[in-house]
T-cell receptor
C-alpha cells in the first residue's frame, strides 16, 4: 500500500510569489491535514480537510489556504510569500472516521528568498 | 488551550542503555496523547498513542509510555536503545475524536546514540 505522497520535495520561491503544494493520501483515507514545521515554531497545525470540506483550522493568516478533491488528494496554497514561510510542510492522512492515527508524508521543503 | 512541554531538547545515550523522554501536557479534559518519531529528511511516524484504559501503552520498536494524570505526564521509555533509534521524538496532544488531526506538538527531543 503506497504511503502519503507529497510533491514537490523541494521548492524555492521569492518573496511575493505564490506556491501550491500537493498531497496524495493513502488509498481509502478521506482526511488530509497539513502542518508547518520550522526550527523556531516547531510543528503547527494548518488545517484539515475531510470529504472535500475543511473540518479544522489552525491559527494561520488567510494567505494559507487549501482544498481537497473528490479523490481525497489535497493542495495547499500560500499567496504573497514571506521569508517566514520558509518551512517544511507536512501532509498527513487518516481515515478520518474517528481514527486518530496520522500517516505523514516526507514533506515539501519550501525556501523563500 | 492545550499545550505540550518536552523539557529536554537533546539527549545522548549509549547503545544498550535505557531511555526515558519526558513529556508534560496541559489540557482541561482527558487528553489524547501521542508519541511520534522523525528521522532526518522524513515525515513523522506514530510510535504509540493513549486514549483511555491501561495507563501503560506499548508501541512499535520496543517503546512504551506511561500516562500519569496526577503529574500531567506521558513519558516515553525504552529498556535498551539501538543506534537506529537516533532521531527526533515528538510528544503531541489531541482534543479527541473529530479533532484528532488537530494535534499540538511539543518542541521535540533529539536523541543521539553513541556506540
Amino acid at each position: 500500500k503506497a504511503g502519503v505522497t507529497q510533491t514537490p520535495r523541494y521548492l524555492i520561491k521569492t518573496r511575493g510569489q505564490q506556491v501550491t503544494l500537493s498531497c496524495s493520501p493513502i488509498s481509502g483515507h478521506r482526511s488530509v491535514s497539513w502542518y508547518q514545521q520550522t526550527p523556531g515554531q516547531g510543528l503547527q497545525f494548518l488545517f484539515e480537510y475531510f470529504s472535500e470540506t475543511q473540518r479544522n483550522k489552525g491559527n494561520f493568516p488567510g494567505r494559507f489556504s487549501g482544498r481537497q478533491f473528490s479523490n481525497s488528494r489535497s493542495e495547499m496554497n500560500v499567496s504573497t510569500l514571506e521569508l517566514g514561510d520558509s518551512a517544511l510542510y507536512l501532509c498527513a492522512s487518516s481515515s478520518g472516521l474517528g481514527s486518530e492515527k496520522l500517516f505523514f508524508g516526507s514533506g515539501t521543503q519550501l525556501s523563500v528568498l | 488551550a492545550q499545550s505540550v512541554t518536552q523539557p529536554d531538547i537533546h539527549i545522548t545515550v549509549s547503545e544498550g542503555a535505557s531511555l526515558e523522554l519526558r513529556c508534560n501536557y496541559s489540557y482541561g479534559a482527558t487528553p489524547y496523547l501521542f508519541w511520534y518519531v522523525q528521522s532526518p529528511g522524513q515525515g513523522l511516524q506514530l510510535l504509540l498513542k493513549y486514549f483511555s484504559g491501561d495507563t501503560l501503552v506499548q508501541g512499535i520498536k520496543g517503546f512504551e509510555a506511561e500516562f500519569k494524570r496526577s503529574q500531567s505526564s506521558f513519558n516515553l521509555r525504552k529498556p535498551s536503545v539501538h543506534w537506529s533509534d537516533a532521531a527526533e521524538y515528538f510528544c503531541a496532544v489531541g482534543a479527541g475524536t473529530g479533532t484528532a488531526s488537530k494535534l499540538t506538538f511539543g518542541t521535540g527531543t533529539r536523541l543521539q546514540v553513541t556506540l
